[in-house]
């Protein structure tokens, strides 16, 4: 790394900011939203440069990104690299053209090895550019972002990530004390920098989505119980988590306040997108989404009055739904629900998500079959405790839930978590090499099986479960549903190979 200093940065007094949404790495996929901001990869096995296989799903920190960057009248450029399947020379080439004074990029722990290396060739490329990192990573691991790269520096805030740009924007301008700028970690001496997080001054922490900004064309599609196919883009309603449990990564990147946005500021992004531009799906990325049973139910109140005919999907805790409020739901255009499953074993549930029950899981699942809305079941396997007798009724839980998909994570220490500390304590973790962090590779060993043990169940569970998948897809081919068969195939392909 070369020898640098925040406070030698010097910036025109009009810049040009570009924003960058890396591709994912050589050989694997990555979704660097999912995972409290920490992100999520597959395999991608034949890919052995920068690019993306398949379609991801539009980042939500860039429409706020662009918000605060517009709000301050920066002139700037929003560049997706993952939408756009950039190679790394391509990457180099795109980014050389544009000539930004200034760079923000997001980092993903899973590829954050490649993530920092292709920002050290940006910054070779370009080295009289400030390089500015951003998102959950930064927030929690900024001595190991600043000390592997040429970074310069970056903000520890929390989603949307973007509090206090602007104020680190006007220090490069002015030349100023960086010590001013709350929530920044930068080198000086080569030693890292950490400029406390105080509550922010600024009563725009959480602005109004700016996506004038941003090509909607070319992201994600989700499917209903019909097949119906919509491409959408990600809403946050509100952020933060106040449940407490100790593994899970959305505490650590959205916050463990509920803050929610206005009803009339949600359905005015819903309403922008849908009619000026034509946009049908969407997804809720709220962590919670039924939390506030009250706050929900005017929401759908909104979205029907204004007669906004689109079709949406949501993560919800099984234990805040009710049949009437998934009438609701569905009256307003819900088409499909996720639900946090984690474990079929009581002991293991109690121990992990002791708020949850297995009954109402059931019940959930009950309900949302009746009302014919998709039902995904994602699971957590191999925490502590596990054992085969535990993955045993696990998978026969999900069998008796009949979910229409099903997503299988392992147990991941997420830096910054309690589990992160508890599992360090224990000497449970297996390796400290973060491109493994997938949320889909065994990293933390239980007592009772090995690794590989661990790692076969997992595929097991899925291959079983998709095996009788399989067979629904035979059974809507013979009664027509031809588009079913389409959609299924494409979600499928897009999760485990885009």
Known sequence: MVCRSISNIEIRVSPKILVLNLPSPPYQNVNRDWAGGFGTAYDCKKRSDYGHVGKITLHSFLPYVSSVLAGAEYEFVILDCQRLKLTSSQVLKNVKKERPDVIVSYIGLPS???????????????????????????????????????????????????????????????????????????????????????????????????????DLDGYAEFIDAEGNQYPFVSIIGSKGCPFSCSYCPYRVGFGTKWVPKSTKEIVDEIEYLHRIRGIEGFLFRDQIFTYNKKHLVNLCDEIIRRKLDIAWHCEARADQVSEELLIKMKKAGCKRVHFGVETGDPDLLRAFKPELSLDAIRKAFHLTKKLHLYRVAETILGFPGESRETLKRTCRFISGLDPDDLWCNVITPYPGTEFFERARRNSWILTYDWSKYTSHTVVIKTEKLSTMELQQAVENIDHEFHRRYVKKFVKHVLHGKYKFLIAGAKEVFNRWVG
């Open 112 to 214: 954050i090895y490649k993530d920092l290396e292709l920002m050290n060739k940006i910054k070779e490329s370009l080295p009289h550019a400030p390089i500015i990192g951003v998102g959950t990573v930064c927030r929690v691991m900024p001595d190991e972002v600043l000390l592997n790269s040429n970074i310069d520096a970056v903000l520890r805030n929390g989603f949307p990530y973007v509090s206090n740009l602007v104020e680190l924007m006007q220090v490069f301008q002015k030349k100023a004390d960086p010590r001013n700028v709350n929530g920044v970690s930068y080198l000086k001496s080569e030693r890292v920098v950490n400029i406390p997080e105080l509550p922010s001054k600024n009563s725009n922490e959480f602005p109004s989505p700016y996506y004038d900004a941003l």
